[in-house]
């Protein structure tokens, strides 16, 4: 006689949560189990899968069932109805009649019969998944369409309206950050060192900061550090300029959950749905750098290349690579040049390009006289200006910024002193263990010490970063624009890219045709 060593199997995906009370994860644990009990068989244990669709086979519980069948814990399943199991007909009826029987595991369903039709019954609710799937897909692309954000957490730098799940507004504390990433962007700064600067600044990372507004604990394991993939994913989005893009990922179907990207075309994108951080001005300067592949790069001996991604050979349209040479001269005085040379040439030989060599030094003096040339073409006194003002409104927007954190982290401190107050009020009561009290004074308290570090660090930027008064003299300054003022910054402001010739002969000099391409 068969000694029954049952395993319940109980699903519940979001798709029937809508439907009726009858099939809810309790209701079907408990006329299961009655069943094993009125059977007299032994129940070795309930399998439980909360919210996972039927199509998708990699369920936790129903896993850990089939290696307890492999393994002879259990010897017959039981299940409410084979919907319960999965909606694939194919793996479903590969289970039943291949599987279980090669293990000697009996499939007992309460509400059907096992028999012929069996494949029927499965290829049915194979269908329902997919009209199922079919109904979500089209409505959430409906959706998508009138311009409803459909995301499960807002983008960084706004949140959902309370009173409008898939609208988007702005989030005051986390706005001028967003602003200021992109400033830094502009500048010139590379994504790891905008990453750096923001964990330099104490600012929070965009998921501890979301957790931390809900008064919740992170469930994810991370080093609640800013790094530069968030950084490159944040200069992506256009949700900062008042744009929806939606529909970048779909899953392969409603067998396979993979998500694969899809074309640019096939993107549903909406314009102008919520009110934007960002100007179309900066996002397109900022952009553009990443359009040309911009990446900050240094010379060897750690100093930063000034002409970096904007020099190109007019030959074979690659960029020109910096080299640095430097030596002590026998007087002791040192010796330092900076050159830049084709990539192609300095890769595979003069059989592939020539050297189109040209000296920073020489390049400098060239930039500056066209610089000054073009500015005097122009209005000059109003270019100043409104450099001036986009140094004063970028140090504002800092200002603003090192505010919001520093109110963040003091929030924060506060909750701590209040967690570190109860904590000694019941070790008092003895409501505490004394080992666990010492465990949770010394974590919060190095917490606070970290937010302490970071306040002080806070405060000082916002003492250092009011807005200076500009004098005449500074003005005359910026107007002059001499060899200290060309940075990278202004080069990337004012210029799209260098075509540089090689250098020819003529009449005993070397000659070499430079053009520079203004944005």
Not at 404 to 423: G, R, W
Not at 499 to 509: E, P, T
Request: glycine fraction near 6%; charged fraction near 30%; proline fraction near 3%.
């Amino acid at each position: 006689m068969k000694h029954y060593k049952v395993g319940v199997y109980v699903r519940l995906s979001k798709e029937d949560s809508r439907t009726a009370e009858s099939v809810s994860i309790e209701n079907q644990k408990l006329m299961l189990t009655k069943h094993v009990i009125e059977k007299g068989w032994e129940l070795q244990e309930i399998y439980q899968d909360d919210g996972f669709s039927g199509t998708n086979q990699n369920r936790p519980a129903f896993q850990r069932m089939i290696a307890d069948v492999k393994s002879g814990y259990i010897n017959t399943i039981l299940i409410k109805d084979l919907s319960r199991l999965g909606r694939n007909y194919l793996e479903v009826g590969n289970l039943a009649e291949v599987f279980l029987p090669e293990h000697g595991c009996e499939l007992i369903s309460l509400n059907e019969k096992l028999d012929e039709m069996m494949v029927f019954r499965n290829w049915f609710n194979e269908q329902h998944s997919k009209t199922t799937s079919i109904k979500v897909r089209a409505g959430r692309r409906i959706s998508a369409q009138n311009g409803k954000y459909l995301g499960a957490y807002a983008p960084y730098g706004y949140i959902k309206d309370p009173k409008d799940r898939h609208k988007l507004i702005i989030d005051q504390n986390t706005a001028p950050v967003v602003q200021m990433i992109f400033q830094m962007r502009a500048s010139g700064m590379g994504f790891r060192s905008i990453a750096v600067k923001l964990n330099q600044d104490g600012i929070i990372p965009p998921r501890e900061y979301y957790y931390q507004s809900k008064n919740a604990k992170n469930p994810t394991k991370t080093r609640q550090m800013w790094g530069e993939t968030t950084v490159k994913d944040i200069m992506k989005n256009e949700a900062y300029i008042g744009h929806l893009v939606a529909g970048k990922l779909e899953s392969q179907s409603y067998k396979h959950q993979k998500l694969v990207k899809k074309d640019r075309n096939q993107w549903i994108r909406v314009e102008n749905t919520h009110e934007p951080i960002i100007s179309q001005e900066l996002w397109a300067r900022v952009q553009s750098y990443t359009d040309r592949k911009f990446r900050p790069r240094r010379l060897k001996d750690g100093d930063a290349n000034l002409f970096a991604g904007l020099l190109f050979c007019a030959d074979c349209g690659f960029r020109l690579r910096g080299n640095v040479e430097r030596r002590t001269r026998k007087d002791g005085s040192k010796y330092r040049k900076v050159s830049y040379m084709c990539s192609t040439y300095a890769n595979n030989g003069k059989g592939a390009c020539t050297i189109h060599s040209i000296t920073e030094e020489a390049l400098i003096e060239l930039v500056l006289t066209h610089i000054k040339s073009r500015l005097a073409e122009h209005n000059q006194p109003c270019i100043v200006e409104a450099v001036i003002a986009a140094k004063n409104a970028d140090t504002l927007s800092f200002e603003r910024v090192y505010k919001s954190e520093l109110a963040a982290h003091m929030k924060q401190i506060d909750k701590l002193d209040v967690l570190i107050e109860n904590l000694y009020e019941d070790k008092v009561a003895s409501l505490v263990p004394d080992s666990m009290f010492k465990r949770q004074v010394q974590k919060y308290e190095n917490e606070l010490a970290k937010r302490m570090q970071s306040v002080k660090i806070l405060e000082e930027r916002i003492r250092s970063s009011k807005p200076a008064n500009i004098s005449t003299e500074q003005i005359n300054n910026y107007a002059k624009i001499d060899c200290q003022d060309l940075s990278a910054e202004i080069l990337l402001l004012l210029i799209d890219k260098i075509i540089i010739s090689d250098v020819k002969q003529s009449f005993g000099q070397r000659i070499s045709d430079i053009k520079i391409v203004y944005n």
